[in-house]
């Protein structure tokens, strides 16, 4: 099972609200940003941490590798 952990960078969702449109466009907004700022290693750091490449640059088997 896996442990759920509290994101302390994201504002909590107030009564179980669901984010308005308006707030999503933001959010990816601020995610293009930022990874439109990061150096191509800082990117393909960013992308081994999600489990899309793996160190030695190879596509994980969940991505086609």
């Not at 439109?36 to 969940?62: C, N, W």
Request: hydrophobic share 30%; aromatic share 4%; proline share 3%.
């Amino acid at each position: 099972m896996k442990t759920v952990r509290k994101s302390t960078r994201t504002k909590a969702r107030l009564n179980g609200r669901l984010h308005s449109r308006e707030e999503l466009l933001a959010a990816h907004e601020r995610a293009l940003k930022a990874t439109r700022k990061m150096t191509p290693e800082q990117a393909f750091e960013s992308l081994v941490r999600a489990g899309i490449y793996t160190r030695d640059g190879k596509l994980t088997p969940r991505y086609g590798g």
